[in-house]
């Protein structure tokens, strides 16, 4: 599976970007997308992830309300719609795939991983 993410940028806190994320390759039912990000010094951290076959979404607390994570099942793309961005959101974005029975946050249970796209927010 191969991962191309896409729609990071520059923005002012309070304002919205897109990440997507397009996958290629072998897929299969029990597949979750998602997205982690990493901002200098600190670890990667799980942000939202999708359950392919029924749609099931996981948010970490702070982005609840705030980003919304869908899937376009015939493009094998999943989006994540972030709105009213903090400074706090700034980091690098990873897009993520993996197989596995039920929902997980740690990065390293996740298989295939794109490159990263910037996103950073001003204050």
């Known amino acids: 599976v191969q991962l191309q993410a896409s729609g990071g940028g520059l923005v002012q806190a309070g304002g919205s970007l897109r990440l997507s994320c397009a996958a290629s390759?072998?897929?299969?039912?029990?597949?979750?997308m998602g997205w982690f990000r990493q901002a200098p010094g600190k670890e990667r951290e799980f942000v939202a992830t999708?359950?392919?076959?029924?749609?099931?979404?996981y948010y970490r607390d702070s982005v609840k309300g705030r980003f919304t994570i869908s899937r376009d099942g015939a493009k094998n793309t999943v989006y994540l719609q972030m709105n009213n961005l903090k400074p706090e959101d700034t980091a690098v974005y990873y897009c993520?795939?993996?197989?596995?029975?039920?929902?997980?946050?740690?990065?390293?249970?996740?298989?295939?991983w794109g490159q990263g796209t910037q996103v950073t927010v001003s204050s």
């Open positions: 999708i359950k392919r076959n029924d749609g099931s979404t």
């Open positions: 390759g072998r897929t299969f039912g029990r597949y979750y």
């Open positions: 993520a795939a993996g197989n596995f029975l039920g929902f997980t946050a740690i990065p390293g249970d996740y298989n295939y």
